[in-house]
C-alpha cells in the first residue's frame, strides 16, 4: 500500500496538488490513509467543493502513533476532526458537525499545535454560526486568526479571512466586510491560490451587492466564477448563485434565471444544501410573474432542505411569492418568522427585508385605511430604512423610499426614488421579480397625460394623440388655458373671453360648450367613461380632474413648491441650532434625500410653458413666467446646498446655468464666485468677479467687494 500512496504523498509535499488528486484516483477506494496525508487531501478537496470525496478522505484516515511524537499525531487527528466537521457543515448536518468541532478542539488543544488550533477553532467558528451564536462564531474566528499567524499558516490564514469577511457580511457589516475581503484577495494573490482566491473574491462581491453596488458586484462576482469554472471546481455552484443574485437585483431576469438553473445542475449531484437553497429560492423570486405554481414549489423546496446559513434566505423568498401571489397572510407568517430569526442572528439585512414584508402584508390583509393604520405601517418602513442606511445599502435604501412614497402617495419622492434604482442599474425586469418593488408594481401610466412644459402633447395611455384628432387649433387651446390655472377650476366665462375675444358673451359661451364636447371626445375617443372623468364641468367653471389626468406643468408647480419648502424647512432647523444629526451621520447622508429631491424637480422642468409658438397672449405669459421662477429658484437652492455640503465642482455647474440664463442675477453671480474661489480656482473666480461689476453697473447697483483670498480682498476694476 505504501508504493501506492508513495506518489500521492510525493505530490503533496511538492504541491502539486492537481497531481496528487490524479494519484488519488489510483489508490483503492477503501483503502485507509494515514492521518497526516487523508486531512491535507481533504482539505484539497473540501476547497474545491468536493465535499462527498472530502469526507471519504476524513473517514479513511488511521491514526498510527507507535513511531511518531504524540504532539504531532494529536494534531494530525485534530485536523481530520476539524476537517471533517467543516465538511458535514457544507452538506448541513449541523448535529454533526457540532460534535465533531468540539472534538477537534479538545484534542488540538491537547497537541497544542497552532496550525491545528487555528483549523479547529474555524470548525468551532462554522458550527457556532449554524447555530445562530455570533458572539461564540465571532470569538472562534479571532482565536483561528491568532493561531493561524503564529503557525505562520498564509493558507489557513487567507480561509479564515475568506470565512470573517463572509460571516461580516451576514451581519450586514459591509463596509468592514470589503477591507476584510480586500485583504482577502491580496492574500489569495500572492499565493496563487486557484480556490481561495475566487472565495475571496465571491464573498467581497456578496459585500459589494449589500452595498447597493451592482457593477463592482457584477465584476467580483464573474471573476470569480471565471476563476472556478477555469479550475474545474464544484464550487462554481456558489459562483453561478451570486452571479444569479446580481443578476436577479438588477432585474436581468433571464440572465439570473439560466445562472441559478446552471447552479442548480451542479449542486444536485453532491447534494450540495447551500447551493440548492439558495438557487431554489432565487427561480422562486423569478417564477412568481409567469408561472405562480412553479414559484410556489421551488420555495417549498428550498424552505425543505437543510441550510448552514439558516432559513432567512428560503422564507422571504417564499414570503414574497405568497404576498405577490395574493396571500397576505401567509406573507405575514414568514415576515415575522424570519423577523424573529434574522434578528436571533444579527442579521441586519434580513431583519430590514423581513419589516417591509411584514408591514406590506399587513397592509394588503387589513381593511383599515385611517391615518392612524398608515403611521403604524410607515413606522415599520422607516425602521427598515435606517437600518438600510446603517447598513450603506443604496439599492435597498432606493427601493424603501419608493416603498413609502407609494405608501404615502408622495408622486415626487417616488420619482426621485426610481430615478435613483436607475441610476444604480436596476432595469424594468426587477418589478417582475417577487420582492418589495414586484409588490408595489410599477408606477401606473397614467389614463391621460398632458405635457406643456416645451412642446405640447397628449398622451392616451402611453400613446400620443395625433394632432388631426383634436379637429382645431382651439381645441388644444382649451386643454392649455386649463392647465394655466395650475389644478383650479377656471371660470367658463373667462375662457370664453380668452379664446373668442371678438366674440358676443352668449356666442362665445355656445362655442366653448361645443369646444368642451370636443375635447372629451379626444380624449375618451371611445366614450368608455362619463363625460366628466377628464375634463370636469359645473354650470360656471371647468378643469382637469388630477384624479384621472397628469399634468406635467402641475406637478413641477406642486413639485418645486414642496421641495422648496422642505429646504427652507431644514435651512430654518440647522440656522436654529436643533440637531439634525442622530446617531453620529455623516450630514452628506441626511442631506442626501433633499439634494435627490432638488435634482429631481430641475430635470421634470423640460422647458417653458406651452413654448411652442402656437399660443401669445398675458394667460401664456403669467403662468410661464411663474414656472420658470420656480424653476430658477429650485436651481438657486441646489447650487447653495451644493457648496455648502463641500460638493464644489457641482456648485459651479448651477452656477453657471443661472448666469448663462441671466447675466444680470446677482445671486448667482456671487455664488458662483465663491464657489469657484472655494475650489481653488482663484483665477476663474477673479475673471467671474469682473464680469459681475461689469453686469451690476449695466444696471446703477454697486457690487459687492469679495475677500476671495484670506486677506486679499478683490475689489471692483475702476479703468
Request: charged share 25%; net charge neutral.
Amino acid at each position: 500500500m505504501l508504493d501506492v500512496l508513495a506518489p500521492v504523498e510525493a505530490a503533496i509535499r511538492d504541491g502539486r496538488h492537481d497531481d496528487a488528486l490524479r494519484h488519488l484516483a489510483a489508490v483503492p477506494a477503501d483503502a485507509p490513509l494515514p492521518a497526516a496525508l487523508a486531512w491535507r487531501l481533504g482539505v484539497l478537496l473540501h476547497q474545491r467543493g468536493r465535499f462527498d470525496a472530502a469526507d471519504a478522505c476524513y473517514g479513511r484516515a488511521v491514526f498510527d502513533v507507535a513511531d511518531r511524537p504524540r504532539a504531532s499525531a494529536l494534531a494530525d487527528q485534530a485536523q481530520v476532526l476539524a476537517g471533517r466537521a467543516a465538511t458535514r457543515w457544507a452538506k448541513g448536518d449541523r448535529t454533526r458537525s457540532r460534535h465533531l468541532a468540539e472534538e477537534a478542539v479538545r484534542v488540538a488543544e491537547q497537541s497544542g499545535d497552532d496550525s491545528a488550533l487555528a483549523a479547529a477553532y474555524v470548525a468551532q467558528a462554522l458550527a457556532a454560526f449554524s447555530d445562530g451564536n455570533r458572539a461564540d462564531n465571532e470569538h472562534a474566528y479571532a482565536r483561528a486568526l491568532a493561531a493561524a499567524e503564529r503557525a505562520g499558516d498564509l493558507g489557513q490564514q487567507l480561509r479564515i479571512r475568506c470565512n470573517i469577511g463572509s460571516r461580516l457580511v451576514e451581519e450586514g457589516r459591509y463596509r468592514p466586510a470589503v477591507d476584510e475581503l480586500g485583504e482577502a484577495v491580496r492574500l489569495g494573490g500572492l499565493l496563487g491560490h486557484p480556490t481561495l482566491l475566487p472565495l475571496a473574491l465571491h464573498n467581497r462581491a456578496e459585500a459589494w451587492l449589500g452595498l447597493g453596488e451592482l457593477r463592482r458586484a457584477r465584476s467580483d462576482a464573474d471573476e470569480a466564477l471565471a476563476l472556478w469554472q477555469r479550475a474545474g471546481s464544484p464550487l462554481a455552484a456558489f459562483g453561478l448563485t451570486l452571479t444569479a443574485r446580481v443578476h436577479r437585483v438588477r432585474g436581468a431576469t433571464r440572465q439570473a434565471a439560466a445562472a441559478y438553473q446552471a447552479a442548480l445542475a451542479m449542486g444536485e449531484p453532491d447534494g450540495n444544501s447551500q447551493v440548492l437553497v439558495e438557487a431554489c429560492a432565487g427561480l422562486a423570486r423569478l417564477s412568481h410573474a409567469d408561472d405562480p405554481v412553479t414559484a410556489a414549489q421551488y420555495a417549498q423546496r428550498a424552505l425543505s432542505l437543510p441550510n448552514a446559513a439558516g432559513p432567512t434566505g428560503a422564507e422571504l423568498a417564499a414570503g414574497w411569492v405568497a404576498l405577490c401571489s395574493g396571500d397576505p397572510q401567509a406573507a405575514l407568517r414568514y415576515g415575522e418568522q424570519v423577523r424573529a430569526e434574522a434578528g436571533r442572528r444579527r442579521d441586519a439585512a434580513g431583519l430590514a427585508e423581513a419589516m417591509e414584508l411584514a408591514t406590506f402584508a399587513a397592509h394588503r390583509a387589513s381593511s383599515a385605511t385611517t391615518a392612524a393604520a398608515l403611521r403604524r405601517l410607515l413606522a415599520g418602513l422607516v425602521e427598515a430604512a435606517a437600518i438600510w442606511a446603517e447598513l450603506g445599502n443604496e439599492f435597498a435604501l432606493a427601493t424603501n423610499a419608493l416603498l413609502q412614497a407609494r405608501l404615502t402617495g408622495d408622486r415626487m419622492a417616488e420619482v426621485v426614488a426610481s430615478d435613483r434604482l436607475r441610476h444604480i442599474g436596476v432595469q424594468e425586469g426587477a418589478w417582475q421579480v417577487a420582492g418589495p418593488l414586484a409588490a408595489v408594481g410599477p408606477t401606473p401610466v397614467p389614463e391621460v397625460e398632458v405635457q406643456t412644459l416645451g412642446h405640447f402633447a397628449v398622451r392616451l395611455a402611453g400613446e400620443p394623440v395625433p394632432v388631426g384628432s383634436w379637429q382645431s387649433r382651439k381645441a388644444r387651446d382649451l386643454v392649455k388655458l386649463v392647465v394655466a390655472h395650475f389644478g383650479k377650476p377656471v371660470a367658463r366665462e373667462a375662457l370664453a373671453t380668452a379664446l373668442w375675444p371678438e366674440a358676443d358673451t352668449e356666442v362665445a359661451l355656445r362655442r366653448l360648450s361645443v369646444l368642451i364636447s370636443t375635447v372629451r371626445g379626444v380624449l375618451d375617443p371611445e366614450r368608455r367613461h362619463p363625460a366628466g372623468r377628464y375634463l370636469g364641468t359645473d354650470p360656471t367653471t371647468v378643469r382637469l380632474d388630477p384624479t384621472h389626468v397628469a399634468v406635467d406643468a402641475l406637478f413641477f408647480y406642486e413639485a418645486a413648491r414642496a421641495a422648496i419648502a422642505a429646504d427652507g424647512a431644514d435651512t430654518t432647523k440647522a440656522g436654529s441650532g436643533v440637531s439634525a444629526n442622530p446617531a453620529g451621520t455623516a450630514v452628506a447622508d441626511l442631506d442626501a434625500p433633499l439634494l435627490g429631491r432638488l435634482e429631481a424637480v430641475v430635470a421634470r422642468y423640460t422647458g417653458d410653458f406651452c413654448d411652442d409658438g402656437e399660443v401669445t397672449g398675458d394667460w401664456v405669459q403669467r403662468p410661464r413666467a411663474v414656472l420658470a421662477g420656480l424653476h430658477r429658484e429650485v436651481i438657486h437652492r441646489l447650487a447653495r446646498r451644493c457648496r455648502d455640503l463641500g460638493r464644489t465642482e457641482a456648485a459651479i455647474g448651477w452656477y453657471l446655468r443661472l448666469t448663462a440664463e441671466d447675466s444680470y442675477d446677482e445671486p448667482a453671480h456671487l455664488g458662483l464666485i465663491g464657489a469657484l474661489s472655494a475650489a481653488g480656482r482663484h483665477g476663474e473666480a477673479s475673471r467671474c468677479y469682473q464680469e459681475y461689476v461689469t453686469r451690476m453697473r449695466e444696471m446703477d447697483v454697486e457690487p459687492a467687494i469679495l475677500p476671495l483670498r484670506r486677506h486679499t480682498p478683490v475689489r471692483p476694476n475702476n479703468s
